[in-house]
């Protein structure tokens, strides 16, 4: 390693061309951490929403964009085990994912799955850390359940279309276009509905309304979330692409039993993320490597085409990740 490397930073709060390509010093492991020779990072959602100055990293975090990569062990900080220098790892970041090199706790690393490329396992941690996390522990998602995600097409769905139907859910997911839910009925969903031409609402309540709701809408879907859901049913609530407020009457939370939670990733403990991590370890890396799941691809860019790649995103025509060629 030399003394700098290159990085994507944000220059200023605003669109995507405030992405710059900027030379960095390379980072050193802390207690606990490793540093990874990035070859490819993830492009995810929180990247834009911090570019646009509406999500601060934590205080110990770097204020470079990115939330995963993938590359190789080049240090190893004291207190680490269980990880080599030379292993070949994707991992969840505190940030700095757009940059040759970065720093993270060794704990939120995991094995590339075998027969799987470092591009794809790039496409990894951010989306299988918070499906996990939001569906199947904080949601309590089983088998049998009818279960519904929104925006099927994102990285997070189709994540969340997969996992669900392999643990045995009827998986509904709605999407903006016919392309866009093809691909999700091609990932195992049993119905995609298209929300610019059908209510989910009507199509839910005619299922026997959803056990489980996953949304990352929020504005007025959230009061149409409740009106979706079974007696007793789950609301999972993980971003607000319409807003955080919206006026609803709370008696249906009461008289129908029903459940609103929700959760951010990377402001939880290190520690939390590593149990996390473990998890996706015994319950989801054997699935990744039977090619039971898979990362949904959708374009790649270079390093310092990370303002197209933001770009791509935010037009919203993609379908699965995004990611960056670093090295």
């Keep these: 390693m030399g003394k700098t490397m290159r990085a994507v930073e944000i220059t200023e709060a605003g669109g995507p061309d405030v992405l710059r390509l900027t030379e960095r010093p390379v980072p050193e492991p802390g207690h606990g951490q490793v540093v990874l020779k990035v070859a490819w990072a993830g492009v995810n959602r ?9 999500y601060a990293p934590p205080p ?16 190893i900080g004291d207190g680490v085990t269980g990880v080599a220098e030379g292993d070949e790892v994707c991992a969840l970041l505190p940030g700095g994912g757009y940059a040759e090199y970065v720093a993270t706790p060794a704990a939120h690393c995991l094995p590339v799955p075998a027969g799987m490329g470092l591009k794809e396992a790039a496409c990894l941690p951010e989306t299988y850390f918070t499906v996990w996390s939001n569906v199947f522990k904080r949601g309590g998602l089983e088998g049998g359940e009818r279960f519904l995600v929104h925006g099927g097409s994102s990285g997070i769905g189709t994540t969340a279309i997969q996992l669900a139907n392999v643990f045995g859910a009827r998986v509904f997911a709605t999407a903006g276009s016919d392309e866009k839910c093809q691909a999700c009925l091609d990932l195992g969903a049993e119905e995609a509905i298209n929300y610019r031409e059908a209510d989910f609402v009507e199509v839910m309540r005619a299922q026997g309304g959803a056990n489980l709701i996953l949304d990352m809408v929020g504005g007025d879907y959230i009061p149409r979330n409740l009106s979706a859901l079974a007696d007793d ?6 971003a607000f692409l319409q807003g955080p407020k919206v006026e609803m009457n709370f008696a249906q939370l009461m008289t129908r039993r029903l459940t609103m939670t929700g959760s951010t990733l990377r402001p939880q403990s290190d520690l939390a993320k590593a149990r996390i991590a473990q998890d996706l370890r015994e319950a989801v890396w054997p699935l990744l490597e039977a090619g039971r799941v ?12 990370a303002a197209r790649a933001h ?8 379908i ?3 990611v960056l060629k670093v090295g």
Excluded at 46 to 54: E, K
Excluded at 233 to 238: D, E, F, H, N, S
Excluded at 311 to 318: Q, T, V, Y
């Design 46 to 54: 929180p990247d834009a929403l911090q570019r646009a100055g509406l």
């Design 320 to 322: 699965g990740k995004i």
């Design 233 to 238: 049913g789950r609301l999972v609530q993980i």
């Design 294 to 305: 898979a990362p949904v691809m959708d374009q790649e860019f270079a390093l310092e085409d």
């Design 60 to 75: 110990t975090a770097s204020d470079l964009p990115g939330l995963e990569a993938s590359g190789t062990v080049v240090a």
């Design 311 to 318: 770009e791509r995103m935010e037009g919203s025509g993609h």
